[in-house]
């Protein structure tokens, strides 16, 4: 949750990855269970004298029993707080070719926080296959939230549901909150850990201060794939540390995650009252999570594209790679590290790796493809490819503290005449930049590097790109590029998150 005022082809693919988030399930096993609008909680729980409310599912069912929830609404809150087994989880699921839906309408929003599916304090637990929706409140301190992971737990599945339409439309600066799908772990030392977040879609939400998709505190062991999460008025992705969630500081970090093979766009905070004005919601975040990785995701049309940053004094997200992603016309950035102000921590000890830039800062910030923000340490920048926009800014830099960051093997090109800007001081041209800064000396500016389209855009490289085989070699640039092909095709490793084939 943010306490600070700051700052289509590919959508095809992934709604084919996620399906009609109802696909056909695994045949119903001995422990098979069914829910109907019609049934009655009275009624054994099978296909023909089906139960009325997932609820009483909830309550009734052991490790190794699944409930198909029939196609239909659902009026009610949902609390699973009863455990599976190792190889016997506890399933919720759309019956096959049907969608249940989970809906708020009508539901008064609880003063606090206020799911309507909660899963608290319990392990080994799949929910897969629901629309949830329609859940909003006017009224400060209230949080409605779609599906919410909360205290402790493990092997918890959260796959192919769609969550929209969760509001918070309190006109307030501060109070206003609301969250798509949240985990936040409460406990220490047991955590929320070995969570699967994947196919999920998001959208149509408005958050206040909070985040559409979130892992907080305690959350660790964590993946986060193949989610659309878009059309949100705050952040879309955000792994968070710091925030006084989990009781012991020593454990109150996001860590040890994947986010990876997303798609965020259309997110905007400028009409969301918590930020008057302000547009600083990024697509993905990482506010003092530590040792995760970012990879293969797309993301464009958000105010940032990707934010490394501490939003607490003293405190640091470290250890990130972000690596193989596209990340394109965003209105106030394309990567952000470091405190967005002198009153805020640290990005240490992160890898920017093969990446592709296009076109970000569209409102000419001052900020350029990536902006080093305050007291970034011992970060890698390297690989990228920067493609800068009418504003001709590479690299943005505002703050003179940041400790022994190397950037280098990068590849530059605009349109018009190049600008970097490095720890307040600005330079008109390559030479007078890398002589300066002993930044990019065997990087490459001025050279188209030949893009499929840049009217859709397409930014795979073309067969005959000049960033072809140009790259450093790293193991820390992952194994496969952005489509999930091998990396190192030639002699070399590709510039940019594209790998020809």
């Avoid at 695994?26 to 019609?38: I, T």
């Avoid at 794939?225 to 970090?253: H, K, L």
């Avoid at 106030?332 to 790796?353: F, M, N, S, V």
Wanted: hydrophobic share 35%.
């Amino acid at each position: 949750m943010k306490l600070f005022l700051r700052a289509a082809a590919f959508v095809g693919v992934i709604l084919g990855l996620i399906g009609a988030f109802n696909p056909a399930r695994a045949a119903p096993h001995a422990n098979a269970f069914y829910v109907a609008a019609d049934g009655a909680d009275t009624n054994p729980g099978t296909l023909a004298a089906p139960w009325r409310t997932i609820q009483h599912a909830a309550d009734t069912l052991a490790p190794g029993d699944t409930v198909y929830v029939r196609g239909g609404i659902y009026h009610e809150r949902v609390r699973i707080t009863r455990s599976g087994a190792n190889g016997n989880f506890i399933t919720f699921a759309a019956y096959a070719n049907e969608t249940p839906v989970i809906d708020g309408t009508g539901i008064r929003v609880k003063s606090g926080w206020d799911p309507l599916v909660r899963i608290q304090d319990a392990s080994y637990i799949r929910f897969e296959g629901f629309e949830i929706r329609n859940f909003k409140t006017r009224r400060v301190n209230r949080v409605p939230i779609g599906i919410l992971i909360w205290g402790a737990g493990e092997y918890i599945e959260i796959r192919r549901n769609r969550v929209h339409d969760i509001k918070t439309n309190y006109r307030g600066v501060e109070g206003g909150d609301a969250h798509g799908i949240a985990a936040y772990g409460t406990r220490a030392p047991d955590s929320i850990r070995q969570l699967v977040i994947d196919g999920n879609e998001l959208y149509a939400l408005k958050l206040g201060s909070s985040e559409a998709l979130v892992v907080n505190g305690n959350v660790e062991q964590f993946e986060i794939t193949n989610n659309i999460v878009r059309d949100s008025n705050n952040i879309g992705i955000d792994a968070i540390g710091f925030e006084g969630v989990a009781p012991d500081e020593a454990y109150d970090q996001a860590r040890d995650g994947v986010i990876a093979d997303n798609l965020a766009y259309n997110i905007d905070s400028f009409a969301n009252p918590a930020y008057q004005g302000e547009r600083s919601a990024d697509c993905f975040y990482v506010d003092g999570g530590t040792r995760i990785v970012i990879e293969r995701n797309i993301a464009h049309h958000c105010n940032i594209g990707v934010e490394l940053a501490s939003e607490h004094r003293g405190k640091a997200t470290s250890y990130i790679t972000l690596r193989n992603n596209f990340i394109y016309q965003n209105s106030e950035g394309g990567i952000l590290i470091g405190g967005y102000d002198r009153r805020r921590g640290r990005a240490e000890h992160c890898e920017i790796l093969n990446n592709t830039l296009y076109d970000n800062d569209t409102r000419a910030q001052g900020n350029g493809e990536v902006y080093l923000q305050y007291d970034t340490r011992y970060n890698v920048i390297r690989n990228n490819i920067l493609y800068a926009g009418a504003q001709n800014l590479f690299i943005g830099s505002w703050s003179k503290k940041m400790t022994a960051n190397v950037v280098n093997h990068n590849w530059y090109f605009t349109n018009g005449a190049g600008q970097w800007q490095w720890q307040k001081k600005m330079y008109h041209s390559f030479a007078a930049y890398q002589a300066a800064t002993g930044n990019d000396a065997a990087s490459t500016y001025g050279i188209d590097p030949a893009f499929q389209n840049l009217a859709a855009p397409d930014l795979h490289l073309q067969n005959n790109s000049p960033a072809i085989d140009r790259g450093e070699n790293t193991s820390q640039a992952g194994a496969t590029d952005l489509d999930g092909q091998t990396r190192i095709q030639g002699a070399s490793i590709e510039i940019g998150a594209d790998e020809v084939q």
